[in-house]
């Protein structure tokens, strides 16, 4: 998928930005439910914040795919009351699937 990239400050969350909610949509993607993600979806989630800050693609098999500030892209276990499960604010899907 090609993406705009916003202009943004470093932790814009703590400053009264809601960078993805204010433009999910503008780049197709939609809401689905949190029970009916597929490989590919992508979960916000709100990670010691007020606002979804931080975002992650499944890859299937339980796994998600994402890069946490200050570490290497990776794979970590997504699993229903787990962490990031907990972190999820909302599930997208893009309108090419």
Same mark, same amino acid.
Not at 15 to 40: C, P, R, V, W
Not at 46 to 73: E, F, K, M, T, W
């Given at each position: 998928?090609?993406?705009?990239?916003?202009?943004?400050?470093? %932790?814009?969350?703590?400053?009264? #930005?809601?960078?993805?909610? @204010? &433009?999910?949509?503008?780049?197709?993607? /939609?809401?689905?439910?949190?029970?009916?993600?597929?490989?590919?979806?992508?979960?916000?989630?709100?990670?010691?914040? %007020?606002?979804?800050?931080?975002? #992650?693609?499944?890859?299937? @098999? &339980?796994?998600?795919?994402?890069?946490? /500030?200050?570490?290497?892209?990776?794979?970590?276990?997504?699993?229903?009351?787990?962490?990031?499960?907990?972190?999820?604010?909302?599930?997208?899907?893009?309108?090419?699937?």
């Amino acid at each position: 998928l090609k993406m705009n990239d916003y202009v943004r400050e470093d %932790d814009w969350w703590k400053k009264g #930005a809601n960078m993805y909610l @204010d &433009n999910f949509q503008k780049e197709g993607f /939609h809401e689905i439910s949190t029970e009916d993600f597929q490989i590919g979806d992508a979960f916000l989630m709100q990670i010691d914040s %007020d606002v979804p800050n931080h975002a #992650a693609v499944y890859i299937g @098999d &339980n796994l998600i795919l994402h890069h946490v /500030h200050g570490r290497l892209s990776s794979r970590d276990v997504y699993k229903f009351g787990g962490y990031y499960h907990k972190a999820t604010a909302k599930v997208l899907r893009h309108e090419s699937r």
